[in-house]
């Protein structure tokens, strides 16, 4: 048994969404197995966002109501539905949150048993927040309660079990993961922390001839690594590995740390990063270079010395080898291409049609009779 507690926010209908449809389009038809509500009298997750959103509106400074929380079990475990409902009650009143609002949902979308907990931080009656310090070490003390209970294995996190984890990578968390679906390159698992304490060791042999960030990225590139910045803002942080994996430079256990190596080099870490922008010169003179007198077509040549059969010839086999050109090209400049074509026919992108000349009638000039008055 392993719980996992997401970061608290205060939108409790995006997550009852959440908890009927998932990411998943469409919606796996064995997603919502069972569901029963705590305190709110309702099963139906909508409705018990209704409820919970009334009820934190009593409280002016909390501004994350909602405490999404999962209990997962491992996929050799089959306890049933009963006795996950019976588990998730008394993880709410271990836990001192039996007097808030809850609802409970066990899901069969996954090769494992879980089960998801909205939760309710405000008070029905006192409207005072459930204090979050420490709770994910207080949830973790009560599955370990639990499984010795009910006869269940227990996980152990890697945060409050390091002696127990030493060994196993870390996995990617949810926000990386769905990050890397959309290109990023953030499904990378940590290093043990036995492997980085061990590199760490190597590196602290070499780390004294160090004199800037140059020679420090040239020692991990010796050793098939790069050094770069991890996360944004307040939480970003150096770390050092290759495209499959990496670990935090904290992890690595060196004598000194990145702000000790900032004060000695005398600057923040910049990687060294290839420009992928030519500079303003060099695009001149690629335009001046296109622009060349001798940067000419056979459809130039026809234009200005061949007949209207020739040029036509021409225009075609320029139409065939600009075509070919685009068959090799990737799929995403091809689909430009067919873009900017459909565009050209249904857009304003379209070169006006002249309009015909017309000689001019005798009966332009003269008055509607129809239309004046007698």
């Known amino acids: 048994m392993l719980a996992q507690l997401e970061e608290p926010h205060n939108d409790f209908f995006v997550l009852a969404h959440y908890l009927i449809h998932g990411d998943e389009t469409p919606t796996n038809p064995n997603r919502v197995a069972w569901a029963f509500g705590h305190n709110v009298y309702t099963d139906d997750p909508v409705r018990a966002a209704k409820l919970m959103t009334a009820t934190a509106e009593l409280s002016r400074r909390c501004k994350a109501a909602c405490l ?140 004294d001839t160090a004199t800037s960030w140059d020679d420090l990225e040239q020692m991990f590139a010796e050793d098939g690594y790069t050094l770069e910045w991890k996360g944004r803002g307040k939480k970003a942080g150096l770390v050092v590995g290759d495209t499959a994996s990496y670990t935090k430079f904290s992890a690595l256990g060196l004598s000194i740390s990145a702000k000790g190596l900032e004060k000695r080099f005398g600057r923040k870490f910049k990687p060294q990063r290839p420009s992928r922008r030519a500079p303003p010169k060099a695009k001149a003179r690629a335009w001046a270079a296109s622009r060349n007198v001798f940067n000419v077509d056979a459809v130039d040549i026809a234009r200005a010395v061949g007949t209207k059969a020739q040029l036509r010839h021409a225009a075609q086999e320029a139409v065939g080898a600009r075509k070919a050109r685009l068959a090799r090209a990737s799929l995403s400049k091809q689909l430009e291409a067919e873009l900017r074509e459909v565009l050209k026919a249904s857009t304003s992108l379209t070169p006006p049609c002249r309009a015909k000349s017309r000689r001019p009638s005798p009966t332009d000039n003269k008055p509607d009779r129809s239309r004046s008055g007698r």
Not at 150 to 157: R, T
Not at 175 to 204: F, I, K
């Open 68 to 207: 999404h929380t999962t209990i997962n079990w491992h996929p050799d475990e089959l306890p049933p539905p009963e006795t996950m409902q019976e588990i998730a009650r008394r993880t709410l009143e271990l836990a001192g949150l039996g007097e808030h609002q809850a609802l409970v949902m066990g899901h069969g979308d996954k090769p494992h048993r879980h089960l998801h907990m909205m939760i309710n931080r405000i008070h029905p009656e006192t409207g005072k927040a459930y204090d979050l310090f420490q709770s994910h070490r207080r949830f973790d003390r009560i599955m370990q309660l639990l499984a010795d209970e009910y006869g269940f294995l227990y996980v152990p996190p890697h945060n409050f079990h390091p002696e127990a984890t030493d060994d196993l990578p870390k996995r990617p968390g949810s926000n990386a993961t769905y990050a890397s679906r959309r290109g990023a390159p953030t499904n990378r698992p940590q290093w043990p922390r036995r492997h980085s304490r061990a590199y760490g060791r190597l590196l602290s042999e070499r780390l």
